[in-house]
């Protein structure tokens, strides 16, 4: 980077407090952050030419530890709850001191000019300061980047600021423990202390972006993939992890928007991000051949390990964490979208993997249907999978995205049922998890006949279908539909025991009434009209 540049980075720096650090790392390229992980101990190439890193204490998101400054700008605004957790103002300033103050007795330091948004409209400059270069690398993948004719003229909107080796004092700094991450309206500031976790930055700015968006700017905000098909028609993908978000939006038929932030304006859908950050557990090239090949040079992949006495990566192997990631530029995936913006969607599906095989595989919702599923945002954890655990255990998120959201979730389901309905919207819900009976006795639906339903819907295939009304959940349910034998349309006719099936039906349905409580006086009569009936 240029001298003036340069130049103009530590002045900024001292503005912030940041004196005394020798070296200032402005705006490094990939090639230059990889160099500098590895010169410092932190990191090794894998045989393909990543970067595989540890991010040590934290192999992912603390949302205990995720605070909000209470001030004027947001005691009103903010929907305090289990994942907005409040922080008095001067708890920020203790905390920002001893950033600064640690940051400050560092030889050398890793800052960035990115921007978040791709359309140009609702831009979000963002300066990232960073401890570490392997989290630079990360906010380089990950978020947009300026030309060098942008960078100019670059002036950040909000402040990342990271020192992953620095441990708070509880008492001190008015935390729950040693690391935190706290946002600021107020001072447009990010603080992240005691974690090296590389998606603390990623969803602070998911985080503040689904505060300003859908109040300052009329887009809705959405933890979702986006695909576009050949003729311009968009589809948008919401589910929670293990629903197969990813994998139904990586579609070769189709171009990636993004997949996984994206706004929903008056004319387009866009992305917020510039990268991908994938799970790799269990990562195989037959199933995911695009985020496979997109582990190269310039990649970073986070707690994973290789097998003995190579440099091959063990995708298996869940050892430190089985939140094991990788980040990488979306350019790195062949059919992505450039710029990632698209036209208006046509299709919204709702992915949930039902391990109690309950829900049908596909099914098409009304506008107030819709909002409740999205309110809910529900999905079902399999026996195994935790200590405890012997049987289908719910798991319910609103709007699929709860610990990124700063409103109340009624705010984010009205924009979408009022844009829904300007745009004729389809929206459909996908269970891809069981049929045939719960975990256990049942199996999980095959994904062809996913994949079959998708593009039945997306080509306007059941349009003309006759449909049924689920006699609990209320969803209608498509008789007949190409590629899927009728027979596994309707979940209830693949149970051997229907009795059975009509109790868990309304096991669950009562678990989503029971969640749906806290969300009642925040919601229109017409969204708590979709609930499920179990008289």
């Known amino acids: 980077m240029s001298v003036p540049a340069l130049a103009f980075s530590k002045k900024a720096l001292i503005r912030l407090g940041l004196t005394t650090s020798e070296i200032i790392h402005y705006q490094l390229s990939p090639e230059e952050l990889v160099q500098d992980t590895i010169r410092i101990g932190e990191g090794v190439l894998n045989d393909t030419g990543a970067l595989v890193i540890k991010t040590g204490e934290f192999t992912g998101r603390s949302p205990k530890d995720k605070f909000i400054v209470k001030d004027e700008m947001t005691e009103k605004t903010i929907h305090w709850n289990d994942f907005n957790i409040a922080i008095e103002p001067r708890y920020f300033d203790i905390i920002y001191k001893e950033i600064v103050n640690y940051l400050n007795q560092l030889p050398e330091l890793w800052v960035r000019e990115c921007y978040a948004c791709a359309d140009p409209r609702y831009r979000l400059n963002i300066r990232v300061i960073n401890e570490k270069p392997w989290n630079n690398l990360f906010a380089y993948n990950m978020f947009l980047r300026p030309t060098e004719e942008e960078l100019e003229k670059f002036e950040p909107e909000w402040h990342v600021i990271s020192a992953p080796g620095l441990k708070l004092n509880p008492q001190k700094c ?39 968006l859908p109040q300052e700017k009329n887009v809705l905000s959405m933890h979702c993939s986006a695909n576009m098909g050949k003729d311009g028609d968009t589809a948008i993908f919401f589910g929670l992890s293990g629903t197969g978000k ?20 008056g004319d387009n859908i866009f992305n917020f991000e510039g990268g991908c950050y994938a799970k790799t557990i269990g990562l195989t090239e037959e199933k995911e051949p695009e985020i496979y090949n997109a582990i190269r040079p310039g990649a970073l992949a986070e707690n994973v390990t290789f097998f003995p006495g190579t440099n091959t990566i063990n995708f298996e192997d869940g050892s430190i964490t089985e939140n ?212």
Not at 442 to 468: P, Q, V
Request: net charge positive; proline share 7%; aromatic share 12%.
């Open 246 to 265: 990813t994998t139904l939006s990586a579609d070769p038929n189709r171009k990636l928007i993004g997949d996984d932030e994206h706004g929903w304006t």
């Open 174 to 212: 008015g935390t729950r423990q040693h690391n935190a991450a706290v946002v600021s309206f107020k001072h447009k500031t990010i603080l992240i202390a005691g974690s090296g976790y590389t998606g603390e930055t990623k969803k602070g700015i998911f985080t503040i972006l689904n505060y300003i």
């Open 324 to 535: 094991t990631r990788v980040s990488y530029p979306l350019d790195y995936i062949s059919n992505s979208l450039e710029p990632s913006v698209g036209k208006l969607p046509k299709n919204i599906f709702f992915l949930t993997c039902d391990a109690f095989g309950v829900l049908p595989p596909i099914s098409k919702l009304t506008p107030g249907q819709a909002m409740y599923q999205f309110i809910s945002g529900y999905t079902a954890k399999v026996a195994g999978t935790e200590a405890g655990v012997t049987e289908p255990k719910p798991t319910f998120s609103a709007c699929f995205g709860a610990p990124f959201l700063p409103l109340h979730p009624g705010k984010y389901a009205q924009m979408l049922g009022d844009k829904m309905r300007e745009n004729k919207v389809n929206v459909w819900m996908i269970n891809t998890g069981w049929t045939g009976g719960p975990y256990g006795v049942g199996k999980r639906m095959k994904l062809k006949f996913t994949r079959a339903m998708i593009t039945a819907a997306l080509e306007g295939k059941l349009h003309n279908i006759e449909f049924d009304f689920h006699p609990v959940f209320g969803m209608a349910v498509p008789k007949e539909c190409p590629g899927v034998p009728s027979q596994v349309l309707d979940p209830r006719n693949t149970w051997a025991d229907k009795n059975d099936y009509d109790e868990k039906a309304k096991y669950l349905a009562g678990l989503f009434i029971k969640n749906f409580e806290k969300y009642k006086d925040g919601v229109s009569a017409e969204v708590i009209g979709a609930a499920p009936d179990i008289s």
